[in-house]
C-alpha cells in the first residue's frame, strides 16, 4: 500500500519525502484546493521545485484541485489543471465532474484521483466516474466502515485510498453548509472551513474563548488546550447542559486497521494535514512508515501511535472513527 502524505509548504514537502512518503499530495495558492489558508500551499514555482526534488527520490507528486468550480470562472481550475499537468504532476485530485471532463479531454495522458470532496460511497458513483472520466483511483469518504470499504474496492474498476491519520469531518467529507452559515466562505467553493480571518481568541477571566464570526465556538477552562474553532466541533448549552453537539474534537487513528486495510486490497493509505506543520507532518508520517512497513512485511505488530504523536491529534485524543462503526 502506498503512504500518502499531505505538505502544505514546500518544507513540509520535502520533510515527507525524507521520512518515508510514497506520494505528497499538496496544492496551489489559491481556492483551487480544500486548504486554502494564509501562507500555505504552493506557487507554480515552489510546485516545480517540489516535484523534481520528489522525482530524485522516487516519489510521486499529486495535485489537490478538490474544489468546486464557480460559475463565470471556470479558467481558475482549468489553468490549474493545465499547470499541475504542465509541471510533471503524477496526478490530480478533483471532484467537480466537470474538471474532471476537462481534464479527461484535455490532458488524457495525466492519472485522475477522484478526491474524497467527491463523496463516491457506492460502487454505482465510482463506476460511472471510471467510465465517464477514467479516474485511475477514488479516494474514500471517511464515514464508511471497514467491512464497507472492502466490499467497494472488490467492486470497482479503479484502485481505492482511505484516510488512516489526521482530521475528522462531521458530514461526508465537506457535505456541510456550518462555514458558509458562519463566515460566508464555503469549504467546497473557496477551499476554506472556519477561515482565519474570522476566528479569534480572547481570555475571559480564566477562560480562553474561541470564536467564529460573530459565533462563539467554545470556551476552554485554564489547563485546557484550546482548540481552532470550528462550528461542528463547538461546544454549546442545549437543555441547560453544555457538550460537543455534532463531533468531539478528535483525530482519526486507524493505524490498528493496517492488515484489515492490506486484506481489503485498498491500494493507498493517506493522512490529513496539509494546514499542520512541518514536526506533525515529519513524526507522523515517520511514525505511520514504521508501522506500515511492518505490516507490509509480515511483521509483529508495531507498538501502538506514541504518546508524542498523540499529543500532536486534535484535541490530544484519536478515535477509529468509521471503521469500527457499531450503529446504523
Known sequence: MELICPAGTPAAFRDAVDVGADAVYCGFRDETNARNFPGLNFSRDELAEAVSYARTHDVKTLVAINTFMAAGREALWQSAVDDAAALGADAVILADLGLLAYAAERHPDLRRHLSVQAGAANVEHIEFLVEAFGIKR?????????????????????????????????????????????????????????????????????????????????????????????????????????????????????????????????????????????????????????????????????????????????GQRTTKGSYDKKWR
Open 138 to 314: 477514488a479516494v474514500l469518504p471517511r464515514v464508511l466502515t471497514m467491512s464497507e470499504v472492502a466490499a467497494l474496492t472488490r467492486q470497482v474498476r479503479c484502485e481505492t485510498e482511505v484516510f488512516v491519520y489526521g482530521g475528522l469531518c462531521v458530514m461526508e467529507e465537506g457535505r456541510c453548509s456550518l462555514s458558509s452559515y458562519a463566515t460566508g466562505k464555503s469549504p467546497n467553493m473557496q477551499g476554506v472551513c472556519s477561515p482565519a480571518s474570522h476566528v479569534r481568541y480572547r481570555q475571559d477571566g480564566r477562560e480562553m474563548v474561541s470564536e467564529l464570526g460573530d459565533f462563539t465556538i467554545n470556551r476552554f477552562p485554564e489547563g485546557e488546550a484550546a482548540g481552532y474553532p470550528t462550528i461542528c466541533k463547538g461546544r454549546f448549552v442545549v437543555a441547560g447542559e453544555d457538550g460537543y453537539i455534532f463531533e468531539d474534537p478528535v483525530s482519526l487513528d486507524a493505524l490498528s486497521h493496517l492488515g484489515a486495510l492490506k486484506a481489503a486490497g485498498v491500494a493507498a493509505l493517506k493522512i490529513e494535514g496539509r494546514q499542520r506543520g512541518r514536526s506533525y507532518v515529519a513524526q507522523v508520517v515517520t511514525e505511520i512508515r514504521r508501522q506500515l512497513d511492518a505490516v507490509e512485511n509480515a511483521e509483529p505488530a508495531a507498538s501502538p501511535l506514541n504518546d508524542t504523536l498523540r499529543l500532536m491529534s486534535e
